[in-house]
Each structure stands twice: as structure tokens, then as C-alpha cells.
């Protein structure tokens, strides 16, 4: 058998035995679900199978990828207490639905503007009265995709002085209280003396 005789068999062959061929080329993607925050870089891992020939492997973007939106998300560890001068008030960033996110692309924002912190937990050891404002987590390449706003409303501790300035203002309130009864009831008894005088005469 020549050799055009033996190209032709052996195209019958594959002709015949469909998807041999077939079942020697794949690709295996090892993270069945990916989940990603809308706006983030997302890396989509996978590997290839093919025969040992020499080929040229052109590969292109698939854009029909199905989208679900996960939500940022920010949370407080003071939900119903209220916040005081001096407390521990912790607030993190996570996703909706465990979804993972890199740390490196989120970012703090406080009142709307970008505010420095770690990316997923900020932590106020000593919260002051200046910390108040409204608190949210967002993607750093596009701070419109952002989570939800949390009102971080931080009470001002009543210092010492305060209170002595308190207690003084009662104490002199009282004193003063004191002497307009005391003038009271004087010219009360003098007027009564006068009258018995009078009486008397």
C-alpha cells in the first residue's frame, strides 16, 4: 500500500471513529464558580488538552459570561448600643454572599471621600466625638460601586469639669434660693412686729 493509499485509510478511520480526536482536545476550567464584586479584575484559571502535533492555538475573549452582581457590604460591631466617646467600634467590609474580593482593590470612604484605613476591617480603639460621619467600603479603580452607608454617630463624654461646672451651678441655684427666703421671711416678721407696735399703741 503507497503512501496516498495509507493518508486515505487512515482519514476513513477518523471518519469512522468519531470524537477520538475530539475526546484528545479540552479545556478544564478548575473553579466551576467564580465569584467577583462588579468593577473588580477577576482571573478565570484553566487548562489545556490537545494531541501532540505541531499547531498554532489561537485564543480569544469570551464575552458571554454570565454576570451576577455581588454587593459590598459593611457592617458595625455597635448595631442598637449607642456610640461613646471612648468605646471600641470596629466596621467591616465583606461581600454579600461570601464572595471573595482582593483586599488591594477596596478602599474606605467617610462622607463620601476617601478615607485611609486597612481595607476590610477599620477599627476605632478610642473612638472620639471627630469620628463621626458616614462610613462606606468601595472598589479603589471606581468608588461608585460601593457598599452600604453606615452612620457612625459618636456621643461626646461629659468630662469631669463639666460636671463640677454642673454641681456648682445647682449649689449656687440653691444658695440663692436660700437667701431670697431668707429676706422673705424677714421682712415678713418685721412687718408683723410693726403691726403689733401699732396694735399696742
Known sequence: MGVRDTLHCWGLTLLILPGVLVDSWGVSYPEKQICAVRGSTVIITCQYTYPDINMKIILSSDTNL?????????TSSRTTEPIKEGDNV???CATKNSCNVSQSELTWLKDKMLFPGPPTR????FISHQNTGTYSCALKNNITISS???????????SVQFLIALL?????????VALV???YFKRSAKRQEQLASSTAH
Do not use: C, D, Y
Request: charged letters at 20%; zero cysteines.
Open 66 to 74: 454570565h454576570e451576577s452582581a455581588k454587593e459590598l457590604m459593611v
Open 90 to 92: 470596629i466596621l467591616t
Open 122 to 125: 477599620l477599627e476605632f480603639k
Open 148 to 158: 452600604n452607608e453606615i452612620i457612625v454617630a459618636v456621643q461626646p463624654k461629659r
Open 168 to 176: 456648682v451651678g445647682i449649689v449656687l441655684t440653691m444658695l440663692a
Open 181 to 183: 427666703a431668707n429676706i
